[in-house]
């Protein structure tokens, strides 16, 4: 079962936050978001790992809740080069990721 | 870097028409997986490898084969094209198997129109 993304669309201008979350039904070992801008790949941006150990993004955030099975991102002092859909991925067996149904964010001037 | 290549940008083919999607890694991953990308369903995982030969299958698997004959090489396969198969396909790879939190690595899709 897919986790569930909200919001799923969010419009903001330059310098504002924004936070994106992600939930699953099932246990989770780690939580991965990745960004995808129109035409191109998905591009990894962050593990969060059980235990709470994290990997990747200099410039964005995440935790991760694991009684919750709940994770959220963290978008701070936004970019016009943030624009792009966000999707987070859930591990629940070794590897397969399991995606949201992603998150559109649209920075404006 | 990682580079993870696919055949094709774009495809066009006719319904019942045989379909290869060729996907190439050139990091020596064990790991390869196709999803489908369709607007408001994000991305669905098709089938995944973790070793040559080996295969198992994701979330929707009706309608597609695979194939992996050499590590760096992953195939997916429409046997009888239908128009609801329609999409945007990526291939992904990552590191190593039995290992988790690893990194998957997407290529940058192949835009199939079934007519």
């Known amino acids: 079962q897919q986790p569930v993304q909200s919001p799923q669309a969010v419009i903001l201008r330059e310098g504002e936050d924004a936070v994106i979350n992600c939930s699953s039904s099932k246990a989770l070992y780690s939580v991965h978001w990745y960004r995808q801008k129109h035409g191109e790949a998905p591009v990894f941006l962050m593990i969060l790992l059980k235990g709470g150990e994290q990997k990747g993004h200099d410039k964005i955030s995440a935790s991760f809740n694991e009684k919750k099975q709940q994770s959220s991102l963290y978008l701070t002092a936004s970019q016009l080069s943030y624009s792009g859909t966000y999707f987070c991925?859930?591990?629940?067996?070794?590897?397969?990721?399991?995606f949201g149904q992603g998150t559109i964010l649209t920075v404006h001037p | 870097d990682v580079k993870v290549t696919q055949s094709s940008r774009y495809l066009v083919k006719r319904t019942g028409e045989k379909v290869f999607l060729e996907c190439v890694q050139d990091?020596?991953?064990?790991?390869m997986f196709w999803y489908r990308q369709d607007p408001g369903l994000g991305l669905r995982l098709i089938y995944f490898s973790y070793d040559v030969k080996m295969k198992e299958k994701g979330d929707i698997p009706e309608g597609y084969s695979v194939s992996r004959e050499k590590k760096e090489r992953f195939s997916l396969i429409l046997e009888s094209a239908s128009t609801n198969q329609t999409s945007m396909y990526l291939c992904a790879s990552s590191l190593s198997r039995g290992t988790r939190a690893e990194t998957q690595y997407f290529g940058p899709g192949t835009r199939l129109l079934v007519l």
């Open positions: 990091m020596d991953h064990e790991n």
């Open positions: 991925g859930t591990e629940t067996s070794y590897g397969k990721l399991t």
